[in-house]
């Protein structure tokens, strides 16, 4: 739906017009919206709005919103609420606030949140969040702007170039979105019908982006999208290329010393892809393979399309292809459906495979999803135990691999200084956070640490050759 005029420009550029003005852009969910806010960041600059801080010194509000499960869109209504208390004070000594609700909440409710929450001035969709600069004129005249159409014109083509100086204060690790929307439908997910169905950047795009990022310091992207390996973007002579083939351009970028790619698919986990972490030396050798469920009745009744024996089957051939490898995943419990035995297999199906890190939740039925109104459901308290034993597994397989790391050597990109002085924290190609001492000059510089200890939440390394 879209209640957007084509252009109403009132005569004033825009950088006047919002000169003084400082935007607050606050992010929920996944690495896909982290990266819209950035793009949005960009186009507010592009308006002439400052970056705020925080909430205080922000004159246009945008939370970008998440709808995967219900907690998520309730904390997002529940923020609004304490924004309008905000919103309210601030207009009695005159000055104003334009709150924005951005992301897939907005996608889905549209219409909806304004009956909720009526001091929210625009709402926009993940798709359409490119007209935001328009949608915030309107609003300077009226409240309650809505945008949520799926628009015909590439988002991406219609959003300016980062600048260097915004690139470089979200440090030395980007995300870029290579990949968005999603035709797998599975029976409780709701991005389907948030991000529309799946479409690909083209090759050229997205090499573009990385030698930006690149050349204003940044050393190891993260190509993202929904589904990331059902990519198939168009090279210039209209070939399609797989993921594969774009991890392979990506890796030429001078400046580019780490390639990470999610959240992938079994499905299309193909055998480029798999050659790619023997072939692509850049490419992290970690691979986040959400599974959902260890039950092959649960995973055809989410309509999953792949069996437990499939998946299995990945994760060995990935391994024989790359032994150092890492997996992480995702797990839903409490299903419907999903009995006592089912849920025991999703622990087998943990323990054979032997994660270093995963994310486990309960189902949350989402309206408008095929598993919303199936029979089966279960009571929040059976999948709040399931939930307890699942984690704690989990917990202890990523423990286990931590402990295991203890006398590796491993490359560490350093992305900012730790929080005692002398110290520097980093990632290994695992994902883990891993402290060591070490001059600041460390930071943007990727080298060989030796692991010497584990903590809680993160490693301690030692530099093997501090860079001269
Ligand atoms: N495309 C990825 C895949 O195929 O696995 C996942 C993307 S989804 C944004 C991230 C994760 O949220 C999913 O892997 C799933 O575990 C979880 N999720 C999605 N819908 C959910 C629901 N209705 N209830 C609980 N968890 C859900
Ligand atoms: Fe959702 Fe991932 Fe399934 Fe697509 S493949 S419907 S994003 S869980």
Redesign the pocket.
């Known amino acids: 739906m879209s209640e957007t005029a084509t252009s109403e420009n009132n005569g004033s550029a825009p950088a006047a017009r919002s000169q003084g003005k400082r935007v607050f852009i606050k992010s929920f969910?996944?690495q896909?919206n982290v990266y819209d806010s950035q793009r949005m960041a960009d186009l507010a600059a592009l308006e002439g709005y400052g970056e705020a801080e925080g909430v205080d010194d922000a004159d246009v509000i945008v939370l970008n919103t998440c709808h995967?499960?219900e907690r998520a869109s309730e904390k997002i209504y529940s923020e609004l609420g304490k924004l309008r208390e905000l919103k309210d004070m601030r207009r009695e000594t005159g000055r104003r606030t334009v709150l924005v609700v951005a992301g897939c909440l907005a996608q889905a409710e549209g219409g909806e949140i304004l009956r909720r929450q009526p001091a929210v001035d625009v709402v926009v969709g993940p798709q359409s969040y490119h007209r935001l600069p328009e949608l915030l004129r309107k609003a300077e005249v009226r409240s309650g702007v809505i945008d949520t159409d799926f628009p015909v014109e590439d988002k991406f083509s219609h959003l300016p170039a980062s600048r260097p100086d915004s690139i470089a204060k979200r440090g030395v690790a980007a995300f870029v979105t290579v990949q968005e929307g999603?035709d797998?439908f599975?029976s409780?997910?709701?991005?389907p019908y948030t991000r529309g169905s799946e479409a690909s950047r083209p090759v050229s795009a997205v090499l573009e982006e990385i030698k930006r990022l690149t050349a204003a310091g940044v050393c190891e992207v993260m190509l993202i999208g929904?589904?990331v390996n059902a990519y198939h973007g168009l090279d210039q002579a209209g070939r399609v290329t797989t993921l594969a083939g774009l991890i392979a351009s990506a890796a030429a970028v001078p400046g580019v010393r780490r390639l990470r790619y999610a959240?992938?698919?079994?499905d299309d986990m193909s055998a480029d892809l798999i050659a790619a972490h023997r072939e692509v030396e850049t490419l992290a050798p970690f691979l986040h393979l959400?599974?959902?469920s260890g039950s092959d009745r649960i995973l055809a009744s989410m309509n999953?399309r792949h069996s437990v024996a499939d998946y299995l089957d990945i994760v060995a051939r990935t391994r024989a292809t790359r032994p150092d490898i890492a997996f992480s995943s995702?797990?839903?419990v409490g299903y419907p459906g999903e009995t006592e035995a089912d849920f025991e297999e999703t622990l087998s199906l943990a323990r054979a495979v032997g994660y270093a890190s995963s994310?486990?939740?309960?189902?949350?039925?989402?309206p408008g999803?095929p598993?919303f109104g199936m029979d089966g459901q279960l009571d929040e308290s059976v999948k709040a135990k399931r939930l307890a034993r699942l984690q704690l597994l989990l917990e202890e397989q990523r423990q286990a691999f931590n402990r295991a790391c203890v006398g590796r050597r491993v490359e560490v990109l350093f992305e900012k200084p730790g929080r005692r002085p002398g110290q520097v924290v980093g990632r290994s190609p695992y994902m883990q956070a891993v402290h060591a001492e070490g001059p600041l000059s460390l930071v943007g510089v990727m080298t060989e640490v030796e692991i010497i200890g584990v903590g809680s939440n993160s490693l301690r390394g030692r530099v093997v050759s501090p860079p001269s």
Do not use: E, L, Y
């Open positions: 969910g996944c896909m995967i499960r999603c797998k599975c409780f997910c709701i991005v929904q589904n959240t992938s698919h079994p959400p599974v959902q999953r995702d797990f839903i994310f486990a939740f309960k189902f949350s039925a989402r999803t598993a």
